[in-house]
């Protein structure tokens, strides 16, 4: 099985910026970020395939433009940097990772086999 490990959350004021890491056991060819409010169901929050040559990333509307997310095989790390946070963007924050095959439901929980524990993001 892959093992992730999810770091780097924190607490910051609005508008501040963290950068998510997840240090993965092996290659898969998908990567994602998922995230969870107290109360509210897991969304999904940005991904990024790497496929046959082809590296493209997806994000949920709430957060395009202020989250990038990017991966470095050579380091076995995938990154979520976000910037411009909000209070709304308070969260435990999820890293999944999967091999995939169609990329229409490539935000939704039941693409991803493997899953971290978590770490928490709080924005005041």
């Known amino acids: 099985d892959v093992q992730l490990v999810e770091s780097g959350g924190d607490s910051v004021p609005a508008g501040g910026s963290l950068r998510l890491s997840c240090a993965f056991s092996?290659?898969?060819?998908?990567m994602a970020w998922f995230r969870q409010a107290p109360g509210k169901e897991r969304e999904g929050v940005a991904a990024?395939?790497?496929?046959?040559?082809?590296?493209?990333?997806y994000y949920a509307d709430s957060v395009k433009g202020r989250f990038t997310i990017s991966r470095d095989n050579a380091q076995n790390t995938a990154f979520l940097q976000m910037n411009s946070l909000k209070p709304e963007d308070t969260a435990m924050y999820y890293c999944?990772?999967?091999?995939?095959?169609?990329?229409?439901?490539?935000?939704?929980?039941?693409?991803?086999?493997?899953w971290g524990q978590g770490t928490q993001v709080t924005v005041s």
């Open positions: 999944a990772a999967g091999m995939i095959i169609g990329r229409t439901n490539i935000l939704l929980q039941n693409q991803y086999a493997y």
């Open positions: 092996e290659y898969t060819n998908c």
């Open positions: 990024i395939y790497t496929g046959g040559g082809d590296v493209t990333t």
